[in-house]
């Protein structure tokens, strides 16, 4: 699943730091499945993203709510993959 920060921190042109700074700055709480083949490798992993939120209910408004949508994604997937051992 990290990649798929990865992706988006080369398509926003900003470094790590400065996207934990952007995800903290958000309310959005809503998560993706980060396993799903669909994010394996878009052409915009951005625009993926939202297409996936949006058709489970409201895509990210901002690039800062997409960023935090992402590092809780992982997080809850972390998270079950560790309930599961």
């Given amino acids: 699943g990290l990649w798929i920060i990865q992706c988006v921190q080369k398509q926003l042109g900003i470094s790590f730091a400065e996207m934990v700074e952007l995800a903290k700055t958000s309310t959005y709480t809503r ?12 052409q915009d992993m951005r625009a993926e993203i939202r297409a996936a939120l949006a058709e489970t209910g409201e895509a990210p408004a901002t690039d800062a709510d997409l960023i935090n949508s992402v590092y809780h994604s992982l997080a809850y997937c972390y998270g079950e993959a560790y309930r599961e051992m």
């Fill in 31 to 42: 998560i993706f499945d980060v396993n799903a083949a669909r994010f394996s490798a878009p």
